[in-house]
């Protein structure tokens, strides 16, 4: 089975267009913060600022000043922003102390100390939106997570911590393992996963004889290679062992964009409840 991103984004995005008419004439908006963006960066701008447009929502692009700490303040204080997102890198700006300083209310990237410690403590909170699509894809397509062995390939705080922390939720009961860099027998243990999630960002990093026969493929890599964008799984060949994969592009990154406006106008309704 091909576990394709549109149809779960697009049931996501129905149902923000269904929220956004009861909201009448007020709007959300997304602010996307960046410093010298290059090439690649600006397209991704580009493709939020035009989902924005489609789903009636606008999207702002605010370049970095000298004096970042106070332009995030000002957003905070904002009542007409009701998201800030931080376009990775910050070239010649401290992007811990940006992340750090955006409200928790309006850290939509959930990529914050707040809204992490909110998956611990299973309390309120937007986890990172990748990390949330991962889950997204495997429940819209009824695969099983209950009591599986799920090897996460990757322990990044934008995918492979927090993925591990929503597997671990009561609920969702997978039983996790973090690969790193570092991991000792990584090859088996990627064998012996039901469900693998590969977030390494190599390009065919996940070879067949990595793959367990019948096991669930989650492929969230970005990588371009001759121009094209591929993932971490050499998918051609890994395919045929599996029961179910998802492709790169068209699979996780599709889903990935939807969450984050899902975020948005969660944030969005609590601004309206008083949560500024």
């Excluded at 303040?73 to 955006?102: C, F, R, T, W, Y």
């Excluded at 067949?208 to 001759?226: M, P, R, S, T």
């Amino acid at each position: 089975m091909l576990l394709e991103g549109a149809p779960v984004a697009k049931r996501i995005y129905s149902e923000i267009k269904d929220q956004m008419i009861r909201f009448e004439a007020k709007k959300p908006k997304l602010v996307l913060y960046c410093s010298h963006p290059d090439d690649s960066t600006q397209s991704y701008m580009r493709s939020i600022v035009k989902r924005g447009e489609k789903l009636d929502i606008p999207v702002e692009v605010i370049e970095a000043t000298e004096k970042p700490f106070e332009q995030i303040m000002q957003l905070n204080e904002d009542p007409a922003v009701s998201g800030i997102m931080i376009m990775h890198p910050l070239k010649g700006i401290d992007e811990d102390i940006v992340i750090k300083s955006i409200s928790p209310l309006k850290d939509v990237e959930g990529r914050g100390p707040t809204n992490l410690g909110g998956i611990v403590m299973g309390e309120g909170y937007y986890a990172p939106p990748t990390a949330e699509a991962v889950i997204e894809i495997l429940k819209f397509y009824n695969i099983a997570i209950r009591g599986k062995d799920i090897t996460i390939l990757g322990r990044s705080t934008t995918v492979g911590k927090p993925l591990s922390l929503l597997f671990l939720k009561k609920g969702i009961d997978g039983t996790v393992t973090v690969c790193h860099s570092r991991t000792h027998g990584i090859q088996e243990k990627s064998r012996a996963a039901d469900i693998l999630v590969s977030a390494v960002g190599k390009t065919g990093f996940v070879r067949e004889d990595w793959v367990k026969e019948g096991a669930v493929v989650i492929d969230v890599g970005i990588n371009l290679v001759d121009g094209k964008i591929v993932g971490d799984v050499d998918f051609e060949n890994v395919k045929e062992k599996t029961i179910a994969i998802t492709p790169v592009p068209g699979g996780v990154g599709t889903v990935t964009t939807a969450i984050l406006f899902r975020h948005l106008v969660e944030s969005f309704k609590r601004i309206l409840d008083g949560g500024i």
